[in-house]
């Protein structure tokens, strides 16, 4: 079955820092990828939208200068967290969906990044 | 504002018997329900769907039910095994947009041998 990467798995760092995980499509190219973050005992909560070689359509509430989205390839998509703060620690998961059809393209999930800032 | 909504956040069961989950959304303009299934430290994976055109699914021991009426749905594992405990994902998506999934907050299912 299709097959997405995410790394890291776990990035534990100080206040300040900029983290970047990244989200690859192992078997299959993507045409928009995902970014999700979840809260404990919370829902998927979606982010933002990429599609290759455009810009990111970010979610009511999230700021696109703090989430940086790069959708270079038709395999990888990039989420960077600026100068990540307590409140950035999250889990952030990504999906990969391969066509426009959502029927004949589902979503297939990374297996998340723990953020925990410091 | 949560549109889709899992109102149990666990749920037991004996092996052998059915699993009943549920979900609930409010946007009448979602047409497409997915369930998906999601071990720890694992992103989700997408387990069965339903269009709204209609209302069962069924891909072996797993069933989906749609009630556009009540804007409910349901998943039904039968027989139920231990290998199945995890926590299951109720989405949405809607006709319009980039079909975007709207989650609910996941029921945490627990078979026991």
Request: hydrophobic residues 35%.
């Amino acid at each position: 079955g299709a097959v997405v990467s995410q790394h890291p798995s776990r990035v534990i760092c100080k206040s300040g820092t900029s983290v970047k995980i990244e989200c690859r499509s192992l078997d299959f190219q993507a045409t928009t990828m995902f970014w999700y973050r979840q809260f404990p005992k919370k829902s998927l909560m979606l982010m933002a939208t990429s599609n290759e070689g455009s810009k990111a359509t970010y979610e009511q509430g999230v700021e696109k200068d703090k989430f940086l989205i790069n959708h270079a390839s038709l395999t990888l998509s990039t989420l960077t967290v600026t100068s990540a703060h307590p409140e950035d620690s999250s889990f952030y998961i990504c999906s990969a969906r391969s066509t426009i059809n959502r029927e004949g393209g589902r979503q297939h999930f990374g297996d998340g990044t723990r953020l925990s800032i410091l | 504002d949560q549109q889709v909504k899992q109102n149990s956040p666990s749920l037991s069961v004996q092996e052998g018997r059915i699993s009943i989950l549920n979900c609930d959304y409010t946007n009448s303009m979602f047409d497409y329900f997915l369930w998906y299934k999601k071990y720890p430290a694992e992103g989700p994976t997408f387990l069965i769907s339903i269009s709204s055109i209609k209302d069962k699914n069924e891909d072996g021991r797993f069933t989906v039910f749609l009630n556009k009426s009540a804007k409910h749905l349901s998943l039904h594992i039968v027989p139920s095994q231990p290998g199945d405990s995890a926590v299951y994902f109720c989405a949405a998506s809607g006709s319009t947009g980039a079909n975007n999934l709207f989650f609910g907050t996941g029921t945490r299912l627990t078979v026991i041998p």
